[in-house]
T-cell receptor, first 110, second 113 residues
Framework: GEDVEQSLFLSVREGDSSVINCTYT??????LYWYKQEPGAGLQLLTY?????DMKQDQRLTVLLNKKDKHLSLRIADTQTGDSAIYFC??????????FGTGTRLQVFP | DAGVTQSPTHLIKTRGQHVTLRCSPI?????VSWYQQVLGQGPQFIFQ???????GRGNFPDRFSARQFPNYSSELNVNALLLGDSALYLC????????????FGSGTRLTVV
C-alpha cells in the first residue's frame, strides 16, 4: 500500500541546521517531493528528487534519498525564522497522484 | 504570470447543501488535480483531470464530482455536505498528467456548520 510517515514536530535554534525525515512504503515511487505550507496558505514546492538519485542540493536545501530503506530527508542549512512552517513529504508513481505525509511542523526560535 | 487561482477563498455552508469550488490553472497547464486537506493532516488526492478527461480518482464518495472545461479551468462539486467535509480544498496544475511540476493554489477553506 501507499503510506508516507513523518515526525510531527521539530524545534531548532536560528542559525542551526534542521533535518526533517520521511519514510515511505511504495517501492515504485518515481518522484519524491518536499512542500512547505505556511499558516493559511497553500503548498509551495521546495524541491524534488527522482528515485534514481541519492542526493540533490539547492542553495540551503539538501535532499537525501535512501531507496533501500525508503527514507527521505530534507536538510535546511542556517535555518531562519522565516523557515517556520509545516513541511510535507510526498511521493508519486506513474499514477500521477501525490501521496502526502502528515507534515512536520518546524519551529525556529531565536 | 498568474499562479493557480482558486475561488472563493473562504466559504461557509450548512449540512446538506451543495458547494462548487473553482480553479484556474497556470497558463499553458492542461492538467488539474484536486486535494482535500483536513486540519492537522496532509492533503488527500480527490481527482485529476487532463484534457477534460478524468485521469484519476481518490477514495472519496460519489458526492464529490469534478469537471474540466475547454479553457482547462476546473470545478469541484460536493453534494449533501457533511460536517466532515470541512477542510481546505487545494487545486494543483501541471503541464501534463505525468509532469512532476505540480503548482498549488492557496486553496478554498470550506466550513460546514
Amino acid at each position: 500500500g501507499e503510506d508516507v510517515e513523518q515526525s510531527l514536530f521539530l524545534s531548532v535554534r536560528e542559525g542551526d541546521s534542521s533535518v526533517i525525515n520521511c519514510t515511505y512504503t511504495d517501492s515504485s515511487s518515481t518522484y519524491l517531493y518536499w512542500y512547505k505550507q505556511e499558516p493559511g496558505a497553500g503548498l509551495q514546492l521546495l524541491t524534488y528528487i527522482f528515485s534514481n538519485m541519492d542526493m540533490k542540493q539547492d542553495q540551503r536545501l539538501t535532499v537525501l534519498l535512501n531507496k533501500k530503506d525508503k527514507h527521505l530527508s530534507l536538510r535546511i542549512a542556517d535555518t531562519q525564522t522565516g523557515d517556520s512552517a509545516i513541511y510535507f513529504c510526498a511521493e508519486s508513481t506513474n499514477t500521477d497522484k501525490l501521496i502526502f505525509g502528515t507534515g512536520t511542523r518546524l519551529q525556529v526560535f531565536p | 504570470d498568474a499562479g493557480v487561482t482558486q475561488s472563493p477563498t473562504h466559504l461557509i455552508k450548512t449540512r446538506g447543501q451543495h458547494v462548487t469550488l473553482r480553479c484556474s490553472p497556470i497558463s499553458g497547464h492542461k492538467s488539474v488535480s484536486w486535494y482535500q486537506q483536513v486540519l492537522g493532516q496532509g492533503p488527500q488526492f480527490i481527482f485529476q483531470y487532463y484534457e477534460k478527461e478524468e485521469r484519476g480518482r481518490g477514495n472519496f464518495p460519489d458526492r464529490f464530482s469534478a469537471r474540466q472545461f475547454p479553457n482547462y479551468s476546473s470545478e469541484l462539486n460536493v453534494n449533501a455536505l457533511l460536517l466532515g467535509d470541512s477542510a481546505l480544498y487545494l487545486c494543483a496544475s501541471s503541464r501534463g498528467p505525468s509532469d512532476y511540476g505540480y503548482t498549488f493554489g492557496s486553496g478554498t477553506r470550506l466550513t460546514v456548520v
